[in-house]
């Protein structure tokens, strides 16, 4: 059935890296030594990796599931629907400043604190108004994800990109930030100009009244007379405490104030008893939040919005269930996605790949370093994993200290463009199947604009790389 051809996706796409367990010897680096053989995926392996990604990335689903409940209640209020009415009025006649605004904020934030999942937060809502500004499924798609994971591309500051890709290859956290700015620069002006074209081209773009979508989580357009200054506040105050919370301000900035205020919190004590510690338990300082911190801060969120609007227990509960069934399929395909993971940690045929890859030339060359990035870095579906998986085996294969700035950037930006088009890549699959949008569909739609990044990266490393 056609409603099940995304899972079918993600199931082959299991299936074609299981394969490749039985064709690629996988290389595993000791200290002193290294040893090939066939680490295939068994019969009794694969429902394991079902259950270990469930254990390990079921706060992910449930982030999810969250956000589709805060949602559920949101439009339970009335207030939600008069919101979402105020702003397409707003932008009538001024649609694509919408669209503008919202690939800027989006990237930037992506770019510079790093919260890509913990953004879909926002995208119900913005998918909503887009569609009634009257853009189709694709436009709709594009703007929000598209955005985010060219955020992602140009990472600045973000800690789990960055970060990451600054301890695995044991350079300065700022190392070629200025290359990063630019690159995020084009990048964003390049996706605003690719959406924008096919917007007005032929006035593609635009929906089709004989195939209106059904928005999945809008659940009425009549408005009520209540204040929508509560939901604006809020939405914008989680936002806010989602970049503050998750920006390295320590490794970027020098800045030391979050932790040492936390630190004298937590300490403080009355009769001798911590009690700011015992209150708020087992909270981190900001800087170091995650998904797992966000998904209580939206129930908080959730919660107040409940009692500011005065909505029933009982009438609260079945709006945020309404809300988290919603998401249900995306929950579900976001922990199907990351077998994927467990396959490729367990049978790294990946570092068999880089090395022969590597081998090609005595050199390093940006193309080779290119093309290996855009084979391994769908296997690990996260950039975090990605490049603790790849870039440690990547380091020990590049000789010039000097050129190792480079890697981290063809890798990055790289990484950022593969998660636009593979089928492991978690914002994609999740907006996929929000939209209901078919995978090929996309694709069809976004090639270009990838081959044209594609290009300028490859170009901006090689200039790099003599500078």
Not at 299 to 320: P, R, S
Not at 329 to 335: F, K
Request: aromatic share 14%; glycine share 6%; hydrophobic share 55%.
């Amino acid at each position: 059935m056609k409603r099940y051809k995304l899972l079918k996706t993600i199931l082959t796409t299991i299936a074609v890296f299981v394969v490749l367990t039985y064709l690629i010897p996988a290389t595993n680096i000791g200290y002193e030594t290294v040893e090939k053989a066939r680490m295939v995926v068994g019969l009794w392996d694969l429902p394991d990796y079902f259950i270990r990604s469930f254990a390990y990335f079921g706060h992910l689903a449930v982030f999810i599931l969250v956000v589709g409940g805060f949602y559920g209640v949101l439009n339970y209020t009335g207030a939600y629907q008069e919101l979402v009415t105020q702003i397409v009025k707003k932008f009538k006649g001024k649609e694509h400043y919408f669209l503008i605004y919202i690939m800027v904020m989006l990237a930037v934030i992506s770019s510079f604190a790093g919260v890509s999942l913990p953004l879909f937060f926002l995208i119900p809502f913005i998918i909503t108004v887009i569609l009634l500004l009257g853009y189709d499924r694709l436009t709709a798609l594009a703007v929000p994800f598209g955005s985010i994971l060219v955020g992602v591309m140009g990472s600045t500051y973000a800690n789990d990109v960055i970060g990451v890709i600054s301890e695995a290859l044991a350079i300065d956290f700022k190392a070629g930030l200025i290359s990063r700015l630019f690159l995020l620069l084009v990048a964003l002006t390049l996706l605003i100009l690719y959406v924008l074209k096919r917007v007005r081209k032929s006035g593609r773009g635009r929906r089709k009244k004989e195939n209106i979508f059904i928005d999945p989580l809008y659940f009425g357009n009549e408005g009520t007379k209540k204040s929508i200054w509560p939901i604006v506040i809020i939405i914008d105050l989680v936002l806010l405490l989602m970049i503050i919370g998750s920006l390295a301000w320590q490794q970027a900035f020098g800045i030391a104030w979050f932790e040492n205020i936390y630190q004298s919190i937590m300490e403080f004590k009355i009769f001798k008893v911590a009690v700011f510690s015992k209150v708020l338990g087992q909270i981190a300082p900001f800087g170091y939040w995650t998904v797992k911190d966000y998904i209580i801060l939206i129930l908080l969120a959730t919660t107040i919005i409940a009692l500011i609007y005065k909505l029933k227990f009982d009438d609260f509960i079945e709006a945020f269930i309404k809300g988290s069934k919603t998401l249900l399929s995306l929950a579900v395909m976001v922990i199907l996605i990351y077998v994927v993971l467990f396959i490729a940690t367990y049978h790294p045929f990946h570092v068999t790949i880089i090395k022969g890859m590597f081998g090609l030339t005595p050199k390093f060359n940006v193309v080779i370093m290119t093309l290996t990035t855009l084979i391994s870095a769908p296997l690990f579906v996260d950039i975090t994993y990605s490049a603790y998986s790849n870039l440690t085996v990547i380091k020990d294969l590049v000789t010039e200290a000097n050129i190792l700035p480079v890697v981290g950037f063809i890798f990055q930006s790289v990484c950022g463009l593969t998660m636009l088009v593979a089928p492991t890549s978690v914002l994609l699959i999740i907006g996929l199947e929000y939209l209901k949008v078919p995978y090929i569909k996309w694709l069809g739609y976004i090639y270009r604009f990838c081959l044209y990044l594609l290009a300028f990266v490859v170009v901006t490393a090689t200039v790099l790389t003599f500078l």
